[in-house]
Each structure stands twice: as C-alpha cells, then as structure tokens.
C-alpha cells in the first residue's frame, strides 16, 4: 500500500492541465480548456478540463473525474498504478507500508523481478541491433518475417546470443540475486553452473498493462526436433500465465476506442497486425482463455473477435473457454483464416485494407459457428444430434444476464430452427440448464444468503416520482455544501455547519454516496472547519464519493464574453446565475418573476445565503410532501379511533409546513 504522506505529496503535486495535455491538445476557452475527447471518436472537440475545480467532463460521452481517474481510465490502471504512474512523473519517490512482513517480502521480491527482466530485455535488445551475431542472425530473421526496425524496437523484440552464458556473466557481473535469476527462467542451473536458458533463441518480451516486462517468450532458430519452437517464462510472483494476453499493453487504447478487441494466438500475429496499422489486437499464446484473461479483455470492451488458423486445430482451438466468455457478457465472433494461412502470413499477402474487410465480412457469432461445426460432426447420426441440442441449450444458457435476455431468445429462436426441433423444447430445456446452475450455486451458499427478496410494493409513476426520485434536490444541498461550505453562515457557523444542521436526519436522503459525503464532511468539521475543500474529495480513494463530487461541480455553461460585456460593463448586471446548478437555473425560473432573477445577477451582492436557503427549503418541501402522501396512505388504512386521530393530526401538521415552505419559494412547480 502506498502510504498516505506519498498519496498527498502526489495529489499536492498534480497539474490537471499538464498531466492530461500529455494525451489530449488542449485550447483555452473562458476560464477552461477543450478538446477532442480521447475516450470517443469526435469531430468536434466536447471535452472540458477545469483547471480551477481540477475535474475534467466529455459533454459528448459523459466520462467525467479527476486527474487520478483520467490516468485509470486512458490507461486502464487500477488506483495505486495510476497514484504510481503520477509520482513517476513528478519523479516522487513512493514510500509503501504493509501489513505483513509477507507481504513487504513478496513485494520486495516483485520488484526485484521487474528489475532483473528489465536488465535483461535491455540485454537483448543491445544483443539485437549492436552486435554481429544479432544483427546476422536475429535481426535478419525478423527482417524475413516482414517486421519493419520501428515495429521490432515498438515490442522491444529481441536476441539471446548463441554462447553458453552471455547473459548470465553480465546479470552476475551486475550482482543480480542468483536465486531470484533462476525464478525469471533467464538463467538455469545445470551440472552446478548457471548458463543462459534462451541462447541462439529471438526474444519476445511479454509487458503488463503499465508497459513492466513479466516475462518472455523464445523462440528458436534453428531446426531441431528435440528443442521446443518457444521457452516460456515459468510462473513467479508477477507472471500468472493465466492473467497475461501478449500486446495487451500496446492494444489498450485501440481496443477502448474501436470497442472490439481481436484475439489471436502467436507473438508474431500481434507484432504482423500492428505494424499494418490493425493496433486493437492481443494474444492468447495458444492456449483456451481463462477468466481472469477474459476480464481482462472486458476492462476495455464488451465485444471480442477471435481470429484463428482455419485448419482443424485452429477450429478447436477457437472454441475453447468461450462458455465463460458468455457468462461474463461478452459478444463472442469467430473468424478463421483461409488457406492454411494465420494471420501473420495473412495479412502479409493481401495487406491491411483487405484483411480488415475480411475480417469484417467474415464474423461469425461464436453461438452458430460452433452449432455448425457440431452438426456437421454429428452427420445424421440421431444420439450425436441429442448431445449437440445439449451442448448448445447449455451454451445458451450462459447468456443470462437480464440485459441480455433479448439475445438469448434470439439464439433460441435461430438455433431451433438449424437443429429442425421445437422451439419451446429448446427453451425448457435452455430454462433446465439455468435453473440447475442457479441451484448448484445455491447449495455453495450460506442459508441466508439464498432467502427470497422481500416482495417491493408497486406504485403508480406519479407516487413513485414522488416517493423515490428526490436525488436533485438531494445532489443540490450537497453541492451548496461543497461549493460555499466555507463561507460565514453567522457569527458562529459556516454554510457547512449550518447544512449539516439542517440535514442531521439521514434517514430523510435517499442516495447513499450524498449521506456518505455528509458524514465526512461532518468529520472533517468536528476537527476544524476550514479544513473542508472540494479537492479532497475530488481525489478520494472512494472511487462512488469521487464520482458524486465530479458530477456535482460540472457544469458544461460558462459565462461567455458577450454576457461579460453587456450585462457587466454596460447595465450594472454580471452573470453569478452559472455558479448555481443548472436545476437551480430551472427552479429560479418558475418563480415568474422576472425581477427576482435579475436581482439575482446584480453586481458586488453575494447570494449565497439566498441560494442556499433556497436548496434546503426544496429539499424539506419534497421531503413534506413524500411525508404527505406516506401519511395519506395510512389514513386509507382500517385504523382504531386513537390512531387515526394521529394521523389526522400529522396530516394537519404537514400540510402546514407545506404551505409556509411554499410560500417562502413563491410559486413551485414540482415534477
């Protein structure tokens, strides 16, 4: 864990404008800057950075955060990487604490692996290019196979001498720990003596998502049947072969952008593609995709094209692990390769153009492509055809989420009529797959977690409208909150003090992340209220608070030039309206008074208090009114005399506090 004096020597660091202008051209407009969205294909630039409030907001697709979030999101990195990749650049040193002395060791010896794989890709690079034997025989090898010097330097490729332990004097020479060698699989020990495990072999570098080397992959150059064609890295404290997909850290950003992925199996069809300009491309080494790989691809898309040789093994190959491609949502295509070609070979022969519209038109959806292989396997024979409708239902059972229920009838549909059977006998049958799932992981379960949801009563849109949908006014108080918190309420408390005050009932706020901000900011108040700034929160390791305070400080209006000039230099009047919500814009003007809202923009005259009041009494006043009809459903109820004098009486009571909250707002329009 980093510890929390690096975590605030970072944020204290961070220049929102600098840190997001290394991906995105930014143009000044007003008080903040834009550009084209780097998460969304655009023309026409919607993406505003705020210097001053430090969040950044894509008006187009609605992506919004802060300086941290923005590295997370361009770059796929998780907190503590992205906390990493900022004290990297403002060269921090990051201090980490941790819990176990375990831990500090595996940690300690994590780092210490990226170390040795970094000396060693660094080795066999330089072996690569600026040696003989490199350059005669690993450099022309690659040459051959069509890979241009930008593309081999790109991946880092490449070339572990010939001689018996060139790598290995060096790495001992640099005093590199001999036990922690052995765990990379750089170097073995055979006979007593350390030697290199990968000489006379090209050098494939395998990368995380922030760009560290894990591992590699050898291939050999010479025919020799008892040598294997590729030495991988063995599994060690950074490399899980099951969570690795080669390229992912060069493919991240294209496949967010074109929102598909492309699997394929070798190094050489990742490095072929992307040196034709096809970036969205990662590689599975041949084996079937594991979870972990899966979602890995699901951080970046929904929708996965796996491109394999077209012979029988590229077939099977294909459809292995792709139940749990289902299950976890992806949108599954299959593409094979013709003429015993892979896609390295390829896209070599007909070129980049043409193996795009290939591809394009040859998709095939996983769920029919391996119905197909299956019947055509099956040929007429009747008990192989019962076990093909099996193995399909139960690969259609998979698609199960609710926001896929609609493809899953489609599958249904389609596949029953390829198998010529009824389509209510497929989906018994699909139904008798799920609920045998859902009952096996039942009996994995503690009791309580299996008990039915209590029943929810139903409501008609306009009482559901009322009872349920308070999060503006909710949202609204929160932003008064942080946007003038520290301002004088009185003599003896802030804006802050005083909305607390105002909303110490939780129970009346119905958005949980609004009563979590609530109670950190009464935290920070209780230890000293000048204490509390938006940025803190803007920056909070609570990714839902983060988020919350996001959305409330955006707002995609700015005062222009124009209303500078004209209502400021020419008729007394500025613009203030905009440092207000847009809903409070709105609830401004349904009071239909049109000085109300001029007075409202009047120079040198500070209406925070206004504003604020004004919030709350729309917060109690839809609250009153919920309370309203809660009690009037009671009334409708069988009561004793006692209680339903009660109830008429709190009915009175609220009806009151209604009126006086509608008569200080002036005329209100509630929806």
Not at 80 to 100: D, H, Q, S
Request: hydrophobic share 35%; with cysteine; proline share 3%.
């Amino acid at each position: 864990m980093i510890s929390p004096a690096t975590i605030q020597q970072i944020l204290g660091r961070l220049d929102i404008l600098e840190v997001i202008g290394d991906f995105v051209k930014l143009k000044k407009r007003g008080t903040n800057y834009l550009g084209l969205c780097p998460f969304h294909n655009e023309k026409s630039p919607s993406f505003t950075v705020s210097p001053a409030k430090e969040i950044y907001k894509c008006f187009g697709c609605g992506r919004s955060g802060n300086t941290v979030s923005f590295i997370m999101e361009h770059e796929k990195y998780s907190y503590p990487e992205a906390l990493k990749w900022l004290a990297n650049k403002y060269g921090i040193e990051v201090e980490e604490t941790f819990r176990t002395d375990e831990q500090k060791l595996q940690m300690l010896a994590a780092d210490s692996l990226f170390i040795i794989n970094d000396f060693a890709q660094k080795f066999f690079t330089h072996s690569l290019f600026e040696t003989e034997e490199g350059r005669d025989i690993g450099l022309s090898y690659f040459k051959e196979r069509g890979f241009r010097e930008d593309i081999i330097r790109k991946f880092q490729l490449g070339y572990n001498p010939e001689a018996r332990d060139s790598l290995t004097k060096e790495a001992v020479a640099k005093q590199y720990n001999t036990e922690l060698l052995l765990k990379t699989g750089l170097v073995v020990n055979r006979n007593e003596q350390l030697m290199d495990n990968y000489r006379g072999r090209v050098i494939f570098p395998i990368h995380n998502h922030s760009g560290k080397v894990l591992g590699f992959g050898a291939r050999i150059l010479k025919t020799n049947d008892k040598a294997p064609k590729y030495i991988n890295t063995p599994e060690n404290e950074i490399y899980v072969k099951s969570k690795v997909l080669y390229g992912s850290y060069f493919a991240r950003q294209a496949i967010d952008k074109a929102n598909e992925c492309l699997l394929v199996e070798g190094y050489t069809d990742v490095v072929s593609l992307h040196q034709a300009g096809i970036e969205n491309v990662v590689a599975s080494g041949g084996t079937s995709l594991t979870m972990d790989q899966l979602r890995l691809i699901r951080k970046y898309t929904d929708n996965l094209t796996i491109i394999y040789d077209g012979d029988n093994a590229g077939v099977k190959a294909a459809l292995r692990g792709l139940d749990l491609a289902l299950e976890e949502g992806l949108n599954v295509k299959l593409v094979l390769i013709p003429d015993k070609e892979d896609p390295d070979s390829y896209v070599n022969k007909v070129g980049a153009a043409a193996f795009a519209e290939f591809v394009q038109k040859n998709k095939k959806d996983f769920i029919f492509f391996q119905l197909e292989v299956a019947l055509k396997d099956a040929a007429g024979d009747s008990q192989r055809k019962s076990e093909v409708v099996n193995q399909i239902a139960e690969t259609i059972s998979r698609v199960n989420k609710a926001e896929d229920f609609t493809r899953q009838q489609d599958y249904i549909k389609q596949c029953s009529e390829m198998l010529k059977i009824d389509e209510a006998g497929l989906h018994a049958l699909v139904n008798k797959f799920i609920r045998d799932r859902i009952s096996t992981q039942e009996r994995k379960q503690p009791f309580e977690d299996t008990q039915p949801a209590p029943e929810t009563p139903s409501f008609d849109d306009a009482t559901f409208n009322l009872l349920f949908k308070d999060e503006l006014q909710e949202k609204e108080v929160a932003r008064m909150l942080l946007e003038y918190g520290s301002r004088k309420w009185n003599d003896e408390q802030t804006v802050a003090q005083h909305i607390l005050e105002e909303m110490n009932d939780e129970t009346l706020i119905d958005n949980q992340d609004v009563i979590r901000l609530f109670q950190l900011c009464r935290s920070i108040i209780d230890k000293d209220p000048s204490l509390l700034q938006p940025n803190q929160f803007i920056y909070s390791e609570d990714n839902r608070i983060s988020t919350l305070v996001v959305s409330l400080l955006n707002t995609p209006y700015e005062q222009s030039d124009h209303w500078k000039r004209e209502f400021s230099n020419n008729t007394g009047y500025q613009r203030s309206l905009f440092d207000q919500s847009y809903e409070g814009f709105i609830q401004l003007l349904t009071k239909e008074r049109s000085e109300d809202l001029m007075g409202y923009l009047k120079i040198g005259e500070d209406h925070t208090l206004e504003a604020v009041t004004s919030a709350l009494n729309y917060f109690k006043l839809r609250k009153v009114r919920r309370m309203l009809l809660e009690n009037q459903q009671d009334l409708e109820k069988p009561h004793s005399p006692e209680q339903y004098r009660e109830l008429l009486e709190t009915h009175l009571y609220l009806k009151k506090m209604e009126m006086d909250l509608s008569r200080n707002l002036g005329t209100v329009i509630i929806r």
